[in-house]
């Protein structure tokens, strides 16, 4: 049974970088048949995709156009684990994050979530 | 504004069908499986229907997904109060590649 455990602050200032990571049990940051990426909800945005990794021989990041490089995912292969830094935050990146498990067994949907981590942007 | 189009809102009465559309482009709908997803209040979202119409293990008769060129749907059929939620449509995007949701409709259950 995949878990996805989310860790990371709840409040970040303005201007400073929300940094989050995604413990993965039950499944390889490293798997061939996977990605692993990070979506975030709010009330004026609804579902919003922030960015995948992925290793298919070598390893792979996506992001969104929307990040405007201000975003960087990096696996972390020696703790299982990936997370999410979303620099130079306003208080429009208050959400709820959310890592999620990319799967070729159900065609590239997400099948494992984590919990979510609500995080504020304020001073 | 999100790159999928769904309705805000939709409702029904317990037992009744109810339906909820998701319009996309070539670049998304047209071209790439198209995936549900259910969100409960205090809860993570949960995988619906992939491949525009498969329900993965677990998920309920009474959800189904329909995909014609660059619309789809899902309909929940024999409308029950544990229903009532917010459903995302989302699929891949080749023209920005990523992934792209529509922008939610909420269920409400009268």
């Known amino acids: 049974q995949v878990q996805l455990q989310q860790s990371g602050p709840g409040l970040v200032k303005p201007s400073q970088t929300l940094s989050l990571t995604c413990a993965i049990s039950g499944d390889s940051v490293s798997s061939n048949n996977a990605a692993w990426n990070w979506i975030r909800q709010s009330p004026s945005r609804g579902l919003e995709w922030l960015g995948r990794t992925y290793y298919r021989s070598r390893w792979h990041n996506d992001y969104a156009v929307s990040g405007k490089g201000r975003i960087i995912i990096n696996p972390d292969t020696s703790k299982n684990q990936f997370s999410l830094q979303l620099r130079s935050v306003t208080p429009e990146d208050t959400a709820i994050y959310y890592c999620?498990?990319?799967?070729?067994?159900?065609?590239?949907?997400?099948?494992?979530w984590g919990q979510g981590t609500l995080v504020t942007v304020s001073s | 504004q999100s790159v999928l189009t769904q309705p805000p809102s939709a409702s029904g009465t317990p037992g009744q069908r109810v339906t909820i559309s998701c319009s996309g482009s070539s670049s998304n709908v047209g071209s790439n499986t198209l995936n549900w997803y259910q969100l409960l209040p205090g809860t993570a979202p949960k995988l619906l229907i992939h491949s525009d119409n498969q329900r993965p293990s677990g998920v309920p008769e009474r959800f189904s997904g329909s995909k014609s060129g660059t619309s789809a749907s899902l309909a929940i059929s024999g409308l029950q109060s544990e229903d009532e939620a917010d459903y995302y449509c989302a699929a891949w995007d080749d023209s920005l590649y990523g992934r792209v949701f529509g922008g939610g409709t909420k269920v409400t259950v009268l």
């Open positions: 999620a498990r990319e799967t070729v067994a159900v065609a590239g949907a997400y099948d494992n």
